[in-house]
């Protein structure tokens, strides 16, 4: 008999909250054993869902216990059935009595407790969630020390960056421009009635109405299109590519960047370095999906001297490793596995591989700095202090502010991931 997909969507939670592996990790291992899709994508909206109103469930769970729930995989099973009831268009009856049933059998104990709450759930719906609202992590359904930072930073957009974090992304597509134009992929997807419509601030971009598995986009094996958000698809562009340029594309894993670069300019030397061996194996399989060449290399940004063939690039994009803070849509999970304290050490590490990829830059140079934090502390902060520090550093601004440093976008703004982009060009100070 197959397995209940209520104790599979727990399982993987545990795997999550206790273990403190990636969903997408997780989700990689646990899906293909199941064999029906409805399962599957069940067990996927599940686990998000739970994860993305974690900190909402958990309060909630608590004013229905009089003592927490020690066991890990019955505590799991309890916010699955939560979630199913307070978000999923679910008959009510039905999701308490699989989620009951989904109860290990030596674990027969527990069956009583999820009844019972589950029903007191759906009695005290109403005041429940009156509650929920009253309390800010409940509300955000993010943990305390994120409400502190990003209210801290945003002040009275907070609260609509906490929104958008929960929503469900868009799934994007980057056409490749050397495969085809974007008009003529969108009328391939129309003709797959696959609902789609152009992304009016990027010229490679295409928005669906709604996410599709990518192996049935027309072309996808053969790299006509790569999944990949609004907001990462700015970079390229505002690299100003030419041909014959060289360029390092630092922190480069998985490509999705480096990709987009040499779509737009095949006629370059690309340089991709990042320090992670096997996320670097991924770039390699998605250059070659996209039958596109790179250099890569194996290599800690912040020593090239063990790397560097000592020549200088036109061009540097800096991608560098961040709270990724910006992506929560995406990946819900970052709320229960970041710490405060993972904070501390990146804005360190990013002013070291900032520092040196500005000494691999040629003068008259471009750099551009990338992260998908929304934090002041990895980006305009970051920013300001290497202009104070850097006198050859000249930043090219993207408004008339000049107290602003970089381009900040706030997640769900415009559609998008929450991303930061700043342009700084290497100037003569002699001439
Ligand atoms: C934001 S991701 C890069 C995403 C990539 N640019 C893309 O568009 O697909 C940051 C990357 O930085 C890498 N990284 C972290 N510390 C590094 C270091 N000291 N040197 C080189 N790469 C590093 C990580 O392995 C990770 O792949």
Known sequence: MAKNTRIIAAQTLVRVLDGGQSLTSVLENTLPA????????????????VCRYYHRLQFILTQLLDK???????????????????????????????????????????????????????REQDQLETLANLNPVALHSHPKWLIFRVENDWGENAAQIFLAANEPPPMVLRVN??????????????????????????????????????????????????????AAQYAAGLLELREGQRILDLCAAPAGKTAHILESQPDLECVAVDIDATRMLRVEMNLQRLNLSAQLIVGD???????????????????APCSALGVIRRHPDIKLLRRTDDLIALPALQAAILKSAWSMLKEGGLLVYATCSILKAENEDQIATFLAENPNAHEMPFDSNPAKHGWQILTGENGCDGFYYARLRKVNLAA
């Open 34 to 49: 199941l064999e029906n899709p409805q399962d599957k994508a069940f067990v996927q909206a599940v686990c998000y869902g």
């Open 68 to 122: 927490p729930i020690k066991d890990a995989e019955i505590y799991a099973l309890a916010l699955v059935g939560l979630y199913q009831l307070a978000f999923m268009r679910v008959k009510t009856h039905a999701a308490v009595s699989e989620t009951v049933d989904a109860t290990p059998r030596k674990k027969s104990w527990a069956k009583n407790l999820i009844n019972a709450l589950l029903r007191r759930y759906l």
């Open 177 to 230: 421009a050397l495969q085809t134009s974007r008009e003529n992929y969108l009328t391939q997807l129309t003709n797959l009635k696959i609902d789609a419509e152009v992304v009016e601030t990027c010229p490679s971009a295409i928005r669906l109405v709604k996410p599709v598995a990518v192996f049935s986009l027309p072309n996808f094996e053969m790299g006509m299109v790569s999944v990949q958000d609004t």
């Open 301 to 319: 940004a912040t020593q090239p001297e063990s790397w560097w063939d000592r020549k200088c690039f036109d061009r540097i994009l800096v991608d």
